[in-house]
Nanobody, 119 residues
């Protein structure tokens, strides 16, 4: 069983910053691609950032240049540094292990961490 525990969310003003953490239980993440998803109110969950085992990263264009995903394999933890936050970034954020070219999600979604960007 794989568990994901996200933390670090909160209320922040536009232009502010937050750093999210995701502690992964179960097998080591060292060989896996890890992704951060965002689910805005009333919308589908979307992939906003991913990091390969090599350390290479990809971002959705909506967060490119503002978000940075990183990983600490020794701690089985993935991070998402979010800068210059916008109201459109509001939502619940989830991390998950991804496999294959189709980026199939592995395991059950965690409870997520809520990010609210508002003045």
């Amino acid at each position: 069983q794989v568990d994901y525990v996200e933390s670090g969310g909160g209320l922040v003003q536009p232009g502010g910053s937050l750093t999210l953490s995701c502690k992964v239980s179960g097998p080591s993440i060292i060989s896996d691609t890890m992704g951060w998803y965002r689910q805005a109110p009333g919308k589908e969950r979307e992939l906003v950032a991913r990091i390969r085992s090599s350390g290479n990263t990809n971002y959705d264009e909506s967060v490119e240049g503002r978000f940075t995903i990183s990983r600490d394999n020794a701690k089985n933890t993935v991070y998402l540094q979010m800068n210059n936050l916008e109201t459109a970034d509001t939502g619940s954020y989830y991390c998950i292990r991804l496999r294959g070219i189709s980026l199939i999600t592995i395991g059950s979604w965690g409870q997520g961490t809520q990010v609210t960007v508002s003045s």
